[in-house]
């Protein structure tokens, strides 16, 4: 399967614990994206990385949030002292960059925070 | 504020009959616009982009149009069938890597 691919798809963790996400986007692709969604809305954005290089966060990524693209490949999300608010689907995107984004979708790690 | 609205109810149609879903926006002036599909569940999946200096845009049994002077998209799924059933997102592009998501728009198509 030669799709970006998540891992794990489904966490339930208790608050305040920490919990990392990982994200294997398409090989080819330089541009990879993390957005949340919640239950009814559309996805929502909150990161975006150019090979290795972070250019832009979204105020909705808090400190608590942090995200790495080391080598330009694979992505970790990191969310630490986890807030049952922090509860959502979390999806990675990647894409090949150029004047028109189509944004190619992983499968979204569910998480759950009790 | 930037605003996306889609319709807001779900769509439920019979089968063969053509679904048309809004997409509506408010202090955006997107470049493009495209629509994606969402199982539930899943990860959305891209379907078609259309540009801003295009009135149409046509793929298989879909249809977009975009009118910039309306700020509005339409979506048409032609001789829908119970597989077209999802919810169906407009994405409108922010600048040249980012996109705004509507909330998305349910359909069901009944056999």
């Known amino acids: 399967d030669t799709g970006v691919s998540q891992n794990p798809r489904h966490k339930i963790t208790k608050r305040g614990q920490n919990v990392t996400f990982r994200c294997d986007p398409i090989?080819?692709?330089?541009?990879l994206y993390w957005y949340r969604q919640t239950l009814g809305q559309g996805p929502e954005f909150l990161t975006y990385?150019?090979?290795?290089?972070?250019?832009?966060k979204s105020r909705l990524l808090s400190d608590r949030f942090s995200a790495e693209r080391p080598k330009g490949s694979f992505s970790t999300l990191e969310i630490q002292r986890t807030e049952q608010g922090d509860s959502a689907m979390y999806l990675c995107?990647?894409?090949?960059?150029?004047?028109?984004?189509?944004?190619?979708f992983g499968p979204g790690t569910r998480l759950l925070v009790l | 504020s930037q605003k996306i609205e889609q319709n807001s109810e779900a769509l439920n149609i019979q089968e063969g009959k053509t679904a048309t879903l809004t997409c509506n926006y408010t202090n955006y002036s997107p470049a493009y616009l495209q629509w994606y599909r969402q199982d539930p569940g899943r990860g959305p999946v891209f379907l078609l982009l259309i540009r801003e200096n295009e009135k149409e845009k046509r793929k298989e049994r879909l249809k977009v149009t975009f009118d910039t002077t309306l700020k509005q998209s339409l979506f048409h799924i032609t001789a829908s069938q119970p597989a077209d059933s999802a919810t169906y997102l407009c994405?409108?592009?922010?600048?040249?890597?980012?996109?705004?998501f509507g909330a998305g728009t349910t359909v069901t198509v009944r056999a």
């Open positions: 995107a990647s894409s090949f960059g150029g004047a028109e984004e189509t944004q190619y």
């Open positions: 994405a409108l592009s922010v600048n040249d890597y980012k996109l705004s």
């Open positions: 990385f150019q090979n290795e290089a972070q250019l832009e």
């Open positions: 090989s080819e692709h330089n541009r």
